[in-house]
């Protein structure tokens, strides 16, 4: 009786997997998931000094005004960049060195619905889905003024915000520029 013959192969030849998004992928992510996927052993002042000196491209700042701690948030591409390039392989793969800032946020924020950007609006839990933040960070940064709310607010209601005003919020809060 022979059991098993057939041979098990791992089909996974290429060091990352094609970076054709999921559905539910984050765009930004925090510095604890490149801490994580390195083969290094990264502290938060390691990776802020990876973007200081642009081995990681595209990093924004996302704290309030005048805050004791940045709030970093790393887009996936750049992290999948610096990751690829760690472990040999194509940086470029992944398109992250090659676009400017606004192609960058364009990718980062979702199409707007509206005819022109400048009447467009982003859903507060869609803004905090993208951010990594709470629902108070993102008040606050709305209470700051810098983000523009649309409408009423409350206890149980996600706000509206100006899709322009986070466009020139994210150009704004670039470490990378």
Not at 41 to 52: E, M, Q
Not at 78 to 89: D, F, P, T, V
Request: one cysteine or more; proline letters at 7%.
């Amino acid at each position: 009786m022979i059991i098993n013959t057939k041979r098990i192969i791992n089909q996974k030849t290429q060091l990352f997997l094609s970076p054709a998004p999921a559905g539910d992928w984050r765009h930004l992510q925090h510095p604890r998931t490149l801490m994580g996927l390195s083969r290094q052993r990264f502290g938060k002042a390691d990776v802020l000094r990876l973007i200081d000196s642009r081995q990681i491209r595209w990093a924004w700042d996302i704290a309030r005004k005048g805050a004791c701690r940045p709030e970093v948030r790393i887009w996936r591409e750049s992290l999948l960049a610096y990751l690829a390039r760690e472990s040999g392989g194509d940086p470029n793969a992944f398109g992250a060195e090659d676009l400017s800032l606004p192609q960058v946020i364009e990718a980062i924020l979702p199409r707007p619905p509206a005819l022109t950007p400048r009447a467009a609006t982003v859903r507060g839990r869609e803004l905090q889905r993208r951010f990594l933040c709470c629902r108070t960070h993102l008040a606050g940064l709305i209470a700051d003024g810098e983000l523009c709310c649309v409408g009423p607010t409350g206890p149980g209601r996600s706000p509206a915000v100006l899709y322009q005003s986070v466009f020139e919020f994210l150009k704004r809060r670039s470490m990378s520029v």
